[in-house]
């Protein structure tokens, strides 16, 4: 990791004055590639630079002439909730040639352009880097023929190239995710939920096709995050037999009473005979009494002998073998398309502003990067390391070597793998490990959507574990009435992609109770905890560790997974059910913005819930566009508003005709949403006029969204596996005996890993008052949220700055 530079000197330095850059969006269009061009634009103009849109990709820097446009701060207005990308993206062939780069070379130079933002696929970087190799002799071969002089050559020396990967396959190798993949998600879990909603009113199996050719990203995450019964992909060829296998699991999966079988297909699937696997060989028996059954195949699904796996293939199957009626979707362009989701902008918007920040700091020593995400951190990775690695992906499945591709495809791929199988469906009399211990899993605080997925996740995973496992209804108030039984394998189908909580959860804390609490205990012969919730849970399991010393039945392993829409538990930087309120919060502030159409200036005050915490406003509003978002953490007074009104005033002079402002609903006991709105009112007479809408609870309300479905399955998991481990430890002389600090902890993640911490340890990081963390990564967004409103604000890369910094890193194989 490079020594961090600097900070005030780092600013200075990044002056883009009389510095050109242009901007195209390449290949495959996928959601988010408007909010990163956005972001491009205005942090390049924010820092001085004139900013190029490139049209139609690679075709149009061909081309020249109108396809190569100066961008001002007005022209990417009302593009962050537009999917596709409005510069547009075009296949170019001439491009491939020496010729087609030359003509490029010779429209850059004409414009002064020197530097380049390619969002795209590795092919499209590919080319970028080859461009860029290349460029000092186009240069000359330009001067040769007379198109440029000498000055020219000299003043446009050096291309630096910086790329972002836009693709909703997720098949680029240094990043946990790409621009657009989150997005397809949304659709694929739409149409997923749909389909099982029908299910209800019929007996049948569904096969679904979702893209991925060469990678199976989507069509796994997708498979973990509606529980499908089977899932085909490229990197996970299934062994010689699975056509009976499969078979005999929907069978057994419909005697049991499964009211839903789902099979997911990757595009491309191919069993190990090198067959292909297509979504039209699944079929349904209507004389069954069960109900469904889904199927996902990746587009490039595959056998164990490289062959292609067709739907065709397995509706045949199905049908032939258990005579099930069977439905085939394939998903096709659908997953392209629709708004960008609010993970993807934020993600895009994150990285277009750090793409500019490479280009300024690019030497001619400075090698081709490509901006990425590890974990929570924004990362810059050797270009073509990472296109090596990615090609490298093909190679080995080409060679048969599987679980070296799944290696290569990185952490977040080979997680979600691993968890898929750890859930794969068992037979009622398989042989299972007994453990013969008890764990007992409830929710607490308030509903988060995802707190469904995370129990199922455990309460399988417990099972697969040995243990036997208990669902305490109604939180803390269920647990110390007695409200305590056990829950089986089937009695867990069906929850991930169901909203609030299943169990029932309540705000009691357990200090009043613990009398009645360590007695239910003992009844029950619970061995361990799992308590899944939000600032409450973290305090439930906190009393419940101080209480060890006079109720020895606490002494037992214990563990709370954060899960609220506040995002406000100390330990970790993401709680399930956050991003699904986002998600909300933005569809609302975009239905909101489109409402104002064709009517004349408009303002708009939103409230948001958090309590104290500014997370959701904060980030909603960078993915919504706000202009001004008002916060606890970070106090403003009645000059800061007035500040604020005038601002926007002079933006809507230059055309722009609306203007989002967010209130978190604890920002201030004084400046109250009404007294905001007010003012806005007052002060923006005869330039805007204003509206208010708060959103209450509709932000913990609807269906969780792909991320809350699959990081509340993934940490319950893990969750239930460290329960497993301590449960071993602290067994002796016939009982679980725990009473160390790392036998109460809180699983969280932090920047790039998830950590188990003690709760204990916690307290010291925590407003108790305020029921927030005194450190929050966030607030490191939101000078990224004002310069994107045209804000003037420090803006600091360093660690203990407010963006989040920039980890120059060569990428590691297994990450």
Known sequence: MAKQQDTKKLFEDLSGTGKSIGVLTSGGDAQGMNAAVRAVVRMGIYVGAKVYFIHEGYQGMVDGGDNIEEASWESVSSMLQ????????????????????????????????????????????????????????????????????EEAAQNNSELH?????????????????????????????????????????????????????????????????????????????????????????????????????????????????????????????????????????????????????????????????????????????????????????????????????????????????????????????????????????????????????????????????????????????????????????????????????????????????????????????????????????GDVAGWTGQGGSILGTKRTLPAKHLDKIAEQIRIHNINALLVIGGFEAFECLLQLYEARTSHEDFCIPMCVLPATISNNVPGTDLSIGADTSLNAIVETCDRIKQSASGTKRRVFIIETMGGYCGYLASVGGLAAGADTVYIYEEPFNIRDLQSNVEHLTEKMKTGIQRGLVLRNENSNENFTTDFIYQLYSEEGKGVFDCRKNVLGHMQQGGAPSPFDRNFGTKIAAKAIQWISRKLKESYKDGKVFANTEDTACLLGMRRRTMAFQPVVQLKDETDFAHRIPKEQWWLKLRPLMKILAKYKTSYDVSDSGQLEPVTRVRPKKAD
């Open 161 to 489: 190239i910086v790329g972002m990967v836009g693709s909703i396959d997720n098949d680029f190798c240094g990043t946990d995710m790409t621009i657009g993949t989150d997005s397809a998600l949304h659709r694929i879990i739409e149409v997923v939920d749909a389909i099982m909603t029908t299910a209800q009113s019929h007996q049948r199996t569904f096969v679904l096709e979702v893209m991925g050719r060469h990678c199976g990203y989507l069509a796994l995450v997708s498979a973990l995050a509606c529980g499908a019964d089977w899932v085909l992909i490229p990197e996970m060829p299934p062994e010689d037999g699975w056509e009976e296998h499969m078979c005999q699991k929907l069978s057994e999966s419909r005697s049991r009473g499964s009211r839903l079988n789902i099979i997911i297909v990757a595009e491309g699937a191919i069993d190990r005979q090198g067959k292909a696997i297509t979504v039209d060989n699944v079929k349904d028996n209507r004389a069954d009494k069960k109900r469904l059954n889904i199927i996902i195949v990746a587009e490039g699904a595959i056998d164990c002998h490289n062959k292609p796996i067709t739907t065709n293939h397995i509706k045949e199957l199905v049908v032939s073998c258990l005579g099930f009626d069977t439905r085939v979707t394939i998903l096709g362009h659908v997953q392209r398309g629709g708004t960008p989701s609010a993970f993807d902008r934020i993600l895009a918007s994150r990285m277009g502003v750090e793409a500019v920040l490479a280009l300024l700091e690019a030497s001619d020593s400075t090698p081709a990067c490509v901006v990425s995400l590890c974990g929570n951190q924004a990362v810059r990775l050797p270009l073509m390391e990472c296109v090596q690695m990615t090609q490298d992906v093909q190679k080995s499945m080409d060679e048969k070597n599987f679980e070296e591709a799944v290696r290569l495809r990185g952490r977040s791929f080979e997680n979600n793998l691993n968890t898929y199988k750890l859930l794969s469906y068992h037979k009622a009399d398989s042989k299972l490990p007994n453990s013969s211990f008890n764990v007992a899993v409830l929710n607490v605080g308030a509903p988060a959507a995802g707190m469904n997925a995370a129990v199922r996740s455990a309460v399988r995973v417990g099972i697969k574990e040995g243990h036997k496992m208990f669902a305490v209804n109604d939180g803390f108030e269920g647990f110390y009435k007695g409200q305590i039984k056990e829950i089986t394998w």
């Open 82 to 149: 537009v999917g596709g990308t409005v510069i547009g993206s075009a296949r170019c062939k001439e491009f491939r040639s020496h010729e087609g780069r030359l003509k490029a070379a010779h429209q850059l130079v004409l414009r002064g352009i020197t530097n380049l933002c390619v969002i795209g696929g590795d092919g499209s970087l590919t080319g970028a880097n080859l461009f860029r190799e290349e460029w000092s002799g186009l240069l000359e071969e330009l001067v040769r023929q007379g198109l440029i002089d």
